[in-house]
């Protein structure tokens, strides 16, 4: 039985460590979508800050970001949370927490931000 219970607690960490794996998204430029209209070029560096690629007025406030277990965190300069973005058909979706605009942010020129 007990080697039943170590294989069961073996497989469940794995398939933790898979799922996190593909969930975090890594370093580089994406696309940021704020609500239905207005999208805007982001690089995410390994550092952690998150810099414009051009003019973007509705994305001001996101200056950092972290890469999260389920997902990707958006913060302020001073780090506070802008928006939890979940792992979703590619992309990364959720709600600024703001105005409640939602956030999609997917990879730069592809559709599949984890292939990043």
Known sequence: MTSLRSL?????????????AQAA???GSYKLAIGANTTCAINLA?????NYAG???????????RAKFNGVELQTAGGET???LKGKDGAYTGTRFADGRALTLSAEGS???QSH
């Open 8 to 20: 069961l607690i073996a497989s469940a960490a794995l398939v933790l460590t898979a799922v996190s």
């Open 111 to 113: 559709a599949v931000a």
């Open 55 to 65: 003019d973007c007025a509705q994305g001001a406030g996101v200056a950092k970001w």
């Open 82 to 84: 802008v928006a939890l």
């Open 25 to 27: 998204p890594a370093a």
């Open 46 to 50: 390994d550092d952690g800050a998150a």
